[in-house]
């Protein structure tokens, strides 16, 4: 297990005990930039707040190397780069239907290289040639469809349009 997985798990074992918390949830957003999002969610009565993790899909081949060796095949097959993301964000609730929430996100962009090289399994590897931090920001509106459920829609400058939706999965009233 890792450990954002084991944060995200404390996280909202710490939250559900709350004696003040309204709810835990999850959620889940998919973006433009061909990224996922999961999401905590501590929901107070007109606030929420949120710990998420974003993972893009990349187009890296085979295994990632850190170091090129000599013996290694240096015909490319193609380069990209790809973000992992931790979002932090608050969310205010307009009225009973309405939701908007801000979001700071923060991580780490990486540049590839894809290689050919029979040695390895798949015939391919990929080599990072360049990581760096990145800091976005992002705003997101959303629906209440019921007491548990909302569907959000929103922009954020590194992930680009997103669309998703939150569950409530434990009430404390």
């Known amino acids: 297990m890792s450990k954002l997985s ?8 710490l939250f559900s005990r709350s004696a003040y918390s309204q709810g835990v949830g999850i959620g889940f957003a998919y973006a433009t930039s061909k990224s996922l999002d999961f999401e905590i969610i501590y929901a107070r ?4 707040f949120k710990l998420g993790s974003t993972l893009q899909f990349t187009d890296t081949r085979g295994r990632q190397v850190d170091v090129q060796l000599p013996n290694y095949g240096t ?19 307009l009225n009973e239907k309405i939701l908007i929430d801000a979001e ?10 894809n290689y050919i090289d029979n040695n390895f399994k798949g015939g391919e590897y990929h080599l990072v ?3 760096e931090s990145i800091v976005g920001i992002g705003v997101n509106a959303g629906y209440s469809m019921s007491e548990k459920l909302y569907l959000f829609t929103g922009f954020n400058s590194i992930r680009k349009f997103q669309f998703g939706m939150r569950l409530i999965i434990i009430n404390s009233r």
């Open 129 to 131: 040639t360049k990581s």
């Open 45 to 48: 009565q007109h606030s929420n």
């Open 104 to 113: 700071l996100s923060f991580g780490t962009l990486k540049h590839y290289t």
């Open 6 to 13: 084991l944060a995200f798990i404390l996280i909202g074992l």
């Open 75 to 93: 015909t490319t097959a193609g380069s990209g780069e790809y973000f992992m993301l931790v979002d932090i964000g608050y969310g205010r609730k």
